[in-house]
């Protein structure tokens, strides 16, 4: 949009430009009316027409472009959220959310839209005002054109094929031949509907000043046609002049008509005696033909990009790294956030789905500027991922794939006929432990939830099943320190219970909250017990983790802030009141092995 703008402001200054230095002078009004309309059409649809040599958004008339970057917040999320993986980034995610900001767009919008919706309602009074007047006042046909005798004290003015006189002057004679003659030229030549045009692009454009300098432009054209043509009939140049300067002085009501004393300066008086030179004239009308084409070809929208990789092909889906340089890939190309921005516009439609990869060490700031872009051109549908989201997703698989396996082993019933089948699956088992207990072992979040419990043995199985003993031992013991301990449990539907009472998970964050500075626990001492059965969904077991270490992460806010007054995010790692701060809230979690089923 703002390209856009550029490009079509430069369009009409150097048309109007050559206009004044040029054109302006020369007595061929009726080719100067059509070059100054033929500036304003050409200036504002060139940049959309794809025949230049830089690029341009081919969306760039898009009056939507602020209300889409700024509407379609509730983005579609797949994949997990990268802020969520790590709890000091998804507290800092939180604050951020949670603090007043200015929307600079939609602010501008909102003035765009107040100021315009403003200008149309003026433009519709004005036209119902002039009808009104029309319908409650007499009316005369003048070779076949409506003059409207008005009782108020006016000069004389046209509105399309509507001539506007005092009446009192009109019936007395007191207006002069010339005068009427002059609006009658108006009317017949429809210089209203120029005004009209000029009238509807300043309510597209009302904050771009060169729209006002054509609409002068174009209405002192108009009194040189007029006054041309008055002379063209016989009229003496001096009576005429007299007339001029003897004119009334009061304006109409609106500036949509065409006056009579509209401009009465030197530049009339003085056309009025300009000597016509057809030589001169064609000669500076050919000189505006490779001043249009040069304007043509400069900011033009080309289909294709000169700046980015030839294999980077318009799809319904795209994929984005931001590396830790904050620098951008695209589609395994580098690039950068300008060249991005041109890439998007081209697009024949928005792209269905954006894969976005933030690597650990990128800036927030390069995070919210893609993000801001994608939206601008209405990416709605943003799949977000980080290095540790890969390795997770990893982690995921190979759990699953353990409790499949694990599943299936102890399904089989410990009896000696089935050893060597219990011992080939339980090898099976083994190895997908070991393939989880591989995949934590290379990430390096401190949160990372523990693996699921190990199954037993075969000889424990085999064991148990003949000494008629369960064929699990027992969860050891969760040491009792007082009211310290809060017990969560997490059955096959994800349905939990907190110290016996039924939560949801959208509750535990909260509910942790409360039990940790209730007067009962001492917050250092507090031990969360987690257990779960064999068939818990890991995802939502995954999600309650997240919830508890949230927790925590708000609590150590908020001791910051009452302690310190500041966040806890402000605090340099391994100062003293960081370190205080941590051993306050130790996050102590006691994760409870399943019964075998």
């Known amino acids: 949009m703002i390209i856009y703008l550029i490009y079509s402001t430069i369009s009409l200054g150097l048309l109007l430009l050559f206009y004044h230095m040029l054109l302006e002078k020369e007595k061929m009004h009726s080719i100067n009316r059509g070059f100054l309309i033929f500036s304003l059409i050409f200036s504002f649809t060139i940049p959309i027409i794809p025949v230049g040599m830089i690029d341009l958004p081919t969306n760039a008339f898009s009056f939507l472009d602020f209300l889409i970057s700024e509407r379609n917040e509730n983005i579609v999320i797949q994949g997990g959220e990268w802020y969520e993986l790590d709890t000091e980034s998804a507290l800092a995610f939180n604050q951020g959310s949670e603090t007043g900001r200015i929307n600079f767009p939609m602010a501008a919008w909102l003035i765009y839209m107040i100021v315009s919706s403003g200008m149309f309602i003026r433009l519709i009074r004005i036209v119902h005002r002039i009808q009104l007047k029309t319908d409650r006042s007499d009316k005369r046909l003048y070779n076949g054109t409506v003059i409207v005798l008005l009782r108020e004290d006016t000069t004389p003015h046209t509105f399309l094929n509507k001539i506007f006189l005092n ?54 054209n108009h009194e040189f046609l007029a006054d041309e043509a008055v002379l063209a009939q016989g009229n003496s140049l001096k009576n005429y002049q007299k007339v001029l300067l003897k004119s009334l002085v009061i ?53 294709t990009s000169h700046n980015l990789a030839p294999d980077m092909e318009s799809s319904d889906e795209l994929s984005i790294e931001i590396l830790d340089d904050s620098s ?28 976005l990869k933030v690597n650990p060490e990128a800036q927030f700031g390069m995070i919210t500027d893609v993000q801001n872009s994608l939206r601008k051109f209405g990416a709605l549908r943003i799949n977000y991922s980080t290095d540790s989201d890969n390795q997770r997703n990893e982690l995921e698989k190979a759990t699953n794939a353990f409790l499949d396996s694990a599943n299936r082993y102890m399904a089989i019933k410990p009896i000696q006929s089935n050893i060597d089948q219990l011992e080939e699956m339980y090898d099976e088992v083994i190895d997908l432990y070991e393939a989880i207990q591989a995949v934590e072992d290379e990430i ?25 003993l369960p064929e699990a031992p027992p969860a050891p013991p969760v040491p009792m320190e007082g009211g310290n301990l809060m017990q969560i449990l997490m059955n096959e ?15 535990v964050r909260e509910s942790v909250k409360r039990f940790v500075n209730s007067s009962d626990t001492d917050p250092s001492m507090v031990i969360i017990a987690i257990k ?3 068939m818990t969904p ?12 949230l927790a925590y992460a708000d609590l150590k806010n908020e001791a910051a802030h009452n302690q310190l007054g500041v966040s806890y995010l402000s605090l340099e790692k391994n100062s003293s009141e960081r370190v205080n701060i941590d051993e306050a809230y130790p996050l102590r979690l006691s994760i409870v092995p399943p019964d075998s089923q």
């Not at 060169?210 to 002068?216: A, R």
């Not at 530049?267 to 057809?278: A, F, G, I, N």
């Not at 939990?496 to 039924?502: S, W």
């Open 167 to 220: 009446k009192r002057r009109y019936l007395n004679g007191e207006i002069p031949h010339e005068v009427i003659l002059h609006e009658v030229t108006h009317a017949r030549q429809k210089h209203s509907l120029d005004i009209l045009l000029v009238e509807f692009l300043k309510i597209l454009f009302w904050f771009n000043p060169l729209i006002y300098l054509y609409k002068n432009a174009i209405l002192l």
């Open 251 to 303: 304006q109409p009501s609106h500036g949509l008509s065409s006056r009579l004393n509209y401009s009465l300066t030197k530049k009339r008086l003085q056309m009025m005696t300009q000597s016509t030179s057809t030589y001169r004239s064609v000669l500076k009308l050919l000189v505006a033909i490779p001043l249009i084409v040069s304007i043509s070809l400069l900011p033009g929208c080309d289909s």
């Open 328 to 355: 951008l890939m695209m589609n395994s190309n580098r690039t950068t956030l300008h060249e991005l921005e041109n890439y998007l516009s081209e697009l024949p439609e928005s792209p269905g789905l954006v894969h």
């Open 444 to 468: 390096t979040d401190p949160n990372t939830p523990p693996p699921p419990p190990l199954v037993p043995s075969p000889e424990k199985r085999l064991n148990a099943k003949t000494l008629m």
């Open 493 to 507: 539907q994800g349905i939990l219970l907190m110290n016996e009472e039924p939560v949801t998970l959208n509750d």
């Open 532 to 534: 779960t059965v064999p």
């Open 538 to 549: 890991y995802d939502q077991y995954l999600e309650l983790l997240d919830e508890i270490k």
